[in-house]
């Protein structure tokens, strides 16, 4: 069965496109025939993960009614085997999220109908959503199935998390029941600092009386985890003890959200 996962947060610099990247290469490394869907305009993942050109077609393409393409027809390989990126390329996605605001009827289903002609071939999807709270995101909590909410212990973080709680909730209302939170997960921690040490009490907390899994152990802070995403290499593959026990963290998080039950 394949799991669709949407990877999210509307704050920026938390480390999604991060998340993806090194979830994937875990995935990779386990065996699975993994996709990464790029749906943020900055094109974070598909720059680390594909090598395109200036005018490839995209996602912008798929998601367009003023485009032919369909998902099969702009799915590119990635550096890694076993691994597919539906890519973005240039400012087109921004257009397209222009255009979906004024679309009518069924546009925040259009990534999810997309999907739906090419998920059978993968085991896992992960979808790299923007950091807001617009079409495009409503476009990739509709088609997953559940929610990792990146984050860092911050206040900022604490405080956005009620607004992509809400945005959620009113994803499940209108035009996806069954989505579900897969969890929390930390990222960039310093667990040395007084203030990292506060708010990750609180963020325990806040997802504890919400009933929502945290992730443990969380990311730590590592030029190793941003050195390798720079370098398009696995941290399995970067050589050092350290990248080692990254990527043996990341696998165990993979494991665990492969494992749950959702719904």
């Excluded at 480390?15 to 025939?33: E, I, P």
């Excluded at 979906?100 to 109908?113: H, S, V």
């Excluded at 990792?148 to 209108?174: C, F, H, M, N």
């Excluded at 997960?185 to 899994?213: C, F, Y």
Aim: a negative charge; glycine letters at 8%.
């Amino acid at each position: 069965m394949t799991r669709i996962f949407a990877i999210s947060n509307q704050k920026g610099g938390v480390g999604k496109s991060t998340t993806t990247y090194h979830l994937s290469r875990a995935a990779v490394t386990q065996g699975r025939r993994v996709l990464v869907v790029d749906l943020d305009p900055q094109g974070n993942s598909t720059a680390a993960l594909a090598e395109i050109d200036a005018d490839q077609v995209g996602l912008a393409d798929v998601l367009s009614a003023r485009a032919p393409e369909t998902a099969a027809d702009v799915i590119i390989p990635s550096i890694w085997e076993g691994l597919d990126v539906l890519p973005t390329s240039g400012a087109t996605l921004e257009l397209v999220r222009d255009e979906l605001i004024i679309a009518g009827a069924g546009r925040e289903g259009r990534l999810r109908d997309a999907l739906a002609t090419v998920a059978s071939s993968y085991d896992l999807v992960l979808i790299d959503c923007p950091p807001s709270l617009d079409q495009l995101t409503i476009n990739g909590l509709t088609a997953a199935e559940a929610v990792i909410v990146v984050t860092q212990a911050k206040k900022w973080s604490l405080d956005g998390l009620a607004r992509l709680l809400d945005t959620i909730e009113l994803t499940r209302r209108y035009y996806n029941p069954a989505l579900a939170i897969a969890g929390v997960m930390m990222n960039q921690v310093e667990r040395s600092t007084l203030a990292d040490a506060h708010w990750i009490r609180e963020l325990k907390s806040a997802v504890g009386a919400r009933e929502i899994p945290l992730f443990e152990p969380a990311i730590p802070k590592s030029v190793t985890v941003s050195d390798s995403l720079e370098a398009a290499v696995g941290l399995d593959e970067w050589g050092t003890s350290k990248a080692n026990d990254l990527h043996h963290l990341y696998t165990t998080h993979l494991t665990r959200l492969e494992g749950q039950t959702i719904g």
